[in-house]
């Protein structure tokens, strides 16, 4: 339970029970954009990036490196699973119960209770429902 404590320090929002796996990196400058809900596993190696450069006003013989960045927040729903590998881009909410796949990059919403992987991550699979027989 470390790891996520020295999250909270640097300003991310953790929920309880959360699991952050080895060499998981986060966009330390803006930690106060990355929110991870209650009971999350964020597996090694993953990396939380809340900025980029904005591009949209990038022309053929400017400097990109004088270029402005955007921010967006990172929000990682409850119950949550991100594989080993992955990258979460700024501006992304992960629904509750959602399934990352291992080395994917995730650029744009996923949401709750599916299976997504691949590079973009792409949904694959509806989580189903349990039936009330199984309980």
């Not at 596993?41 to 949209?56: A, F, M």
């Not at 996923?110 to 694959?124: D, F, M, Q, V």
Request: aromatic share 6%; charged share 20%.
């Amino acid at each position: 339970m470390l790891r996520p404590y020295l999250l909270k320090c640097m300003g991310c929002h953790i929920g309880k029970n959360v699991f952050i796996g080895d060499h998981v990196r986060i966009d330390t400058g803006h930690a106060d954009l990355i929110y991870i809900g209650d009971y999350s596993h964020i597996t090694g190696g993953c990396r939380l990036l809340c900025h980029q450069r904005d591009l949209r006003n990038y022309y053929e013989g400017d400097n990109a490196a004088c270029l402005p960045y955007r921010l967006g927040k990172i929000n990682i729903g409850k119950g949550v699973m991100v594989g080993m590998e992955s990258l979460i881009m700024l501006g992304v909410t992960i629904g509750d119960g959602a399934i990352i796949g291992a080395y994917s990059l995730v650029t744009k919403d996923i949401p709750a209770w599916t299976i997504a992987t691949g590079r973009p991550a792409k949904p694959l699979k509806k989580i189903p429902k349990r039936n009330k027989i199984e309980q």
